[in-house]
């Protein structure tokens, strides 16, 4: 069985950082892409990052690139997203998932808030 489970959200500092984790079970995690995902209160989702280590590739939605870095260790089954120089409308609930020519499996999530 596919699992994927979001930690390390919380409350940050306009400015501050957060790191995200999400360990990946049940699949190969080095043979799939991996992405971020991200729904601010009110609103619809929205593609943050994307991961294929099997080919080296990453790619950032404008609104974060240069502040939010995605890596993953294969050895731990692990993706992150590094998050700095964030701001309130970074506020949102993030979820990990797994692409396999379209997200076919979701994390629950895990919630960042952004405020002074």
């Known amino acids: 069985e596919v699992q994927l489970v979001e930690s390390g959200g919380g409350l940050v500092q306009p400015g501050g950082s957060l790191r995200l984790s999400c360990a990946a079970s049940g699949f190969t995690f080095s043979s799939y892409a991996m992405s971020w995902v991200r729904q601010a209160p009110g609103k619809g989702l929205e593609w943050v990052s994307y991961i294929y280590s099997g080919g080296g590739r990453t790619s950032y939605a404008d609104s974060v690139k240069g502040r939010f870095t995605i890596s993953g260790d294969n050895a731990k089954n692990t993706l992150y997203l590094r998050m700095s120089s964030l701001k309130p409308e970074d506020t949102c609930v993030y979820y990990c998932?797994?692409?396999?020519?379209?997200?076919?499996?979701w994390g629950k999530g895990t919630p960042g808030t952004v405020s002074s």
């Open positions: 998932t797994r692409d396999n020519y379209g997200i076919d499996h």
